[in-house]
């Protein structure tokens, strides 16, 4: 689970600053980010969208960077697809992979509607004692971690519980409102909306484990939401995880632009 927040986390939220519906016949937005541990750099990310009045596509690459690339190469990529709603992305395809050493993983989601139709997860886990399945009714009226966290600029970012899916694990997202803080960074100056994250497991995931526990009680988790203007959305700039080890923040180097 722990792998989820800081590794899933990383790949999902990164990517959420560039998916947003728009009027144009095609919109492509390319946005890039900057992954740290207690200000040390970790990781690099770079995404590109495509998006038309109805439809949406993302893909994104991340790699290790400073010394947690000497330490231990990693990467992964991930891409997610659907239909623009009236007020929410719905995807119906959503994909990630990565590498870390000789370790690999591949996760691949089907959706419709809000419902998981198919889910494969490589290599496949093995179900430890006290684990919590996931249910086919946690696989209903879900969202992807990609498009659950994009919101139109009428609607309300926070506070809000979000039900999502990742092909592995079943939680909510419960935000909540902190007020607005200052936020600059290329292609963007202004206020950011800041919301607490509070982390709640539902399944997939083994009880009794030390880091689920630990988000569990964690009420520090911060994102920050900027307006994008082009696309008239509100969606992450910054990003804020407290770990034993110090911070890991996710910080936008550009947004739009």
């Known amino acids: 689970m722990i792998r989820w927040a ?4 990383l790949m999902t939220f990164a990517a959420l600053s560039v998916c947003a519906p728009g009027n144009a016949a095609e919109i ?4 890039d980010y900057s992954i740290a541990l207690s200000g040390i750099p970790l990781a690099r990310a770079s ?9 949406y596509s993302i893909s994104g690459k991340l790699s290790s960077a400073g010394l947690a690339d000497i330490l231990s190469h990693t990467q992964g990529s991930t891409t997610v697809s659907g239909v623009v709603g009236r007020n929410k992305l719905q ?5 990630v992979k990565y590498q870390s050493g000789k370790k690999g993983r591949s996760i691949d989601v089907r959706y419709r509607n ?5 889910s494969t997860l490589e290599p496949a886990r093995a179900e430890p004692v006290n684990w919590v399945p996931v249910s086919g009714a946690d696989k209903r009226g ?3 971690p990609i498009s659950g966290l994009i919101f139109p600029a ?6 809000q519980t979000l039900p999502i899916f990742d092909g592995e694990s079943r939680l909510d997202l419960k935000l909540s409102h902190k007020g607005t803080k200052p936020f600059k960074t290329k292609g963007f100056a202004g206020d950011a909306i800041v919301c607490g994250i509070k982390f709640v497991p539902k399944s997939g995931y083994r009880i009794g484990r030390d880091d689920v526990d630990y988000l569990r009680k964690l009420d520090t988790m911060e994102i920050w939401f900027a307006k994008a203007d082009a696309v008239n959305v509100y969606a992450p700039v910054y990003v804020r ?6 911070p890991v923040t996710i910080s936008a180097t550009r947004f739009g632009g």
């Not at 809000?114 to 198919?118: A, L």
């Open 6 to 9: 800081i590794g899933s986390i």
């Open 28 to 31: 492509e937005h390319n946005t």
């Open 47 to 55: 995404f590109n969208t495509l998006m038309s009045d109805k439809t």
């Open 91 to 95: 995807a119906t395809h959503y994909s």
């Open 114 to 118: 809000g419902n998981v139709t198919s």
């Open 142 to 144: 879900v969202l992807d």
């Open 154 to 159: 009428t609607a309300k970012v926070c506070p």
């Open 241 to 246: 995880i407290p770990t034993k080890l110090g």
